[in-house]
């Protein structure tokens, strides 16, 4: 009788311990599971059986018009310019956004291959607030312009004043009477200007479960921020500064943050010759609507210019050439942090060489 209860309580602790270990497999399991999944941890991958076309190397020779200085070595640049080679990108803009000494120290780095890279400089805006601001900024201009500063840039402003280059200017917008002798030197010396103003409408709007570009909005929300310009009036400020300055070549860098409405920037575009744009750090957004954005881009193809602003990964330049020139369907890739799937542009040829080189040739000579 001992040994028959000794088995069944042997057999009860076996049956007790075993559920306790299937309740905290299933514990783990959960954990993992949609009910606790968080947004920017999704990583959606297509299942479609659909066409694949990679590019590896560009159709057409490149000019990068939007690129950074990604490098802090002559061997990392040997293998950027090797990457460039791979891929068929014949030159890339460095928009430092410096000045002084850490514009030279720049400029000096990519000299040694003075076909392939331009550096273009930023402002020095340390004395925006003195009544001698112009002056001083001017003649700053005019010496990075002498070591061979070809453009300048990227200049930014996301609603509270230009603040890309150090230290910043807080309150002044591109359009305060204090930056027109600015634009106009920069008309005088032939220096095409770089200008980021806004961020994506979503970064704007609440949120919340509405807001479908949530992911990456909410890291780089403006919602929440004081005193701040929102979306149109940034926009109003870009068109205020380019049509007091006609002879001032602007490039409104990302589509001028348009994307979500490309009539916004092609308005501009219809009123202002002086005004380009650049693509650079927006296709997860304009591959988003292929049909849309193939319309726009051909309708604007002499005024809008290849860049990338991503870094310098092989892989980089080819899921961009992939997205410009192949009709590929829902395209998943890690460049980008949205949730929604992508389209190729197919866009064709002729568009396809005047967005890549020959629009940015005529700017930078």
Not at 4 to 28: H, M, V
Not at 46 to 55: A, C, E, K, L, R
Not at 85 to 105: N, P, T, V, Y
Request: hydrophobic share 35%.
């Amino acid at each position: 009788m001992k040994q028959i209860l000794i088995l069944l309580l042997s057999l009860l602790f076996a049956l007790i311990t075993g559920c306790q270990e299937e309740k905290k497999s299933e514990t783990k399991t959960e954990s993992n599971g949609p009910e606790t999944l968080l947004l920017k941890d999704f990583r959606p991958e297509s299942i479609y059986n659909i066409p694949v076309t990679p590019v590896n190397k560009s159709k057409f020779p490149v000019i990068d018009i939007h690129s950074h200085h990604y490098v802090n070595s002559e061997e990392e640049l040997d293998q950027w310019v090797k990457t460039m080679d791979d891929c068929g990108i014949e030159k890339s803009i460095i928009l430092s956004k410096e000045h002084g000494q850490r514009f030279d120290s720049i400029f000096d780095l990519y000299s040694k291959y003075p076909d392939r890279f331009e550096v273009w400089c930023g402002f020095d805006y340390s004395t925006y607030e003195d009544p001698d601001f112009p002056e001083s900024a001017i003649a700053e201009l005019q010496r990075c312009y002498k070591k061979g500063a070809k453009g300048v840039g990227e200049l930014g402003d996301k609603g509270k004043g230009l603040y890309y280059s150090k230290p910043p200017a807080w309150g002044m917008h591109a359009d305060d009477p204090r930056m027109g002798p600015l634009w106009e030197k920069c008309d005088e010396l032939g220096m095409p200007v770089s200008l980021h103003v806004a961020e994506p409408k979503w970064m704007y709007e609440k949120m919340d479960s509405t807001n479908d570009g949530l992911m990456n909005a909410f890291k780089w929300r403006l919602d929440n921020q004081p005193d701040i310009v929102d979306h149109k009036g940034m926009i109003d400020i870009l068109e205020r500064t380019v049509k007091k300055h006609p002879n001032t070549t602007f490039i409104a860098c990302h589509l001028a943050n348009c994307s979500y409405d490309l009539s916004i920037i092609g308005s501009l575009l219809d009123s202002y010759p002086n005004l380009f744009i650049d693509i650079s750090a927006r296709f997860a957004e304009i591959c988003a609507t292929p049909r849309a954005t193939s319309q726009f881009i051909e309708k604007y193809h002499d005024r809008i210019l290849y860049g990338t602003d991503m870094g310098t990964s092989s892989s980089m330049y080819k899921i961009t050439f992939r997205l410009l020139e192949t009709p590929d369907e829902h395209i998943y890739d890690e460049t980008f942090s949205y949730h929604w799937p992508l389209h190729g542009l197919d866009l064709p040829d002729e568009v396809l060489e005047k967005i890549y080189r020959l629009n940015a040739k005529n700017l930078t000579k």
